[in-house]
């Protein structure tokens, strides 16, 4: 089975600065998917960023881009210019492309403060 | 935020209680989940359904029913709530057009049985 590790409960950063969220994963799959979620203190979760396994370059949303480095299963997050709003639950999670079952394993999540 | 409802929004009830947690969506998406997230906000899945009349249990063992008659609604049930049930719920959905389509998630609900 799937597994994700988040190995940072809690960080916190200075709004503008530049942090970075770890993840890594394990799987035998050559083929998957990876997402970061964030959700906001009493509010939804919502969608940073997708990646694609096959895809060797890394996806970048505005702010948001990820060190996807497959042979060492990784998976980062980097926040640029960090922002008050940025402030919230993060979540790695692993979606397998086989049997079409498409069911995301989370990680434990990392708690983000930004300050001002 | 996308499309997707969940009531009530907070829930507290007493032990032995019939309850019903609701979630639609209007997104017109084929495929729905249930995850359960605890306190130390850890998510694990515990239902999902491919379309109409098609459910599945997910990864953690839960107590709870669901059932899929309609496209966009996808309602979860407990026929006798337990303190142990006591989690917040969160509902998602997804297309079912291809490999990796991201999930979208409601506002969840928050249950405590007491």
């Known amino acids: 089975a799937q597994t994700v590790t988040q190995s940072q409960p809690e960080m916190s950063v200075q709004e503008a600065e530049t942090v970075t969220l770890s993840c890594t994963y394990d799987t035998s799959e050559s083929n998957y998917y990876l997402f970061w979620y964030k959700q906001p203190p009493s509010r939804q979760m919502i969608l940073v960023i997708r990646?694609?396994?096959?895809?060797?370059q890394n996806a970048t949303e505005n702010r948001f881009s990820v060190n996807f480095q497959k042979a060492a299963k990784s998976f980062s997050l980097k926040i640029s210019d960090s922002q008050l709003g940025d402030t919230a639950m993060y979540f790695c999670a692993f979606m397998s492309s086989q049997g079409g079952s498409e069911k995301l394993v989370f990680g434990k999540g990392t708690k983000l403060t930004v300050n001002p | 935020e996308a499309d997707i409802y969940q009531t009530p929004r907070y829930l507290v009830i007493g032990t032995g209680k019939k309850i019903t947690l609701e979630c639609s969506q209007t997104m017109g998406h084929d495929k729905m989940y249930w995850y359960q997230q605890d306190p130390g906000m850890e998510l694990h899945l515990i239902h999902y359904s491919y379309g109409v009349n098609s459910t599945e249990k997910g990864d953690l063992s839960s107590e709870s029913t669901v059932s899929r008659i309609r496209t966009e609604h996808f309602p979860l049930t407990l026929e006798s709530a337990r303190p142990s049930h006591t989690s917040q719920y969160l509902c998602?959905?997804?297309?079912?057009?291809?490999?990796?389509?991201?999930?979208?998630f409601g506002p969840g609900t928050r249950l405590t049985v007491l």
């Open positions: 998602a959905s997804s297309f079912r057009r291809g490999d990796g389509d991201t999930q979208y």
């Open positions: 990646q694609e396994a096959y895809k060797q």
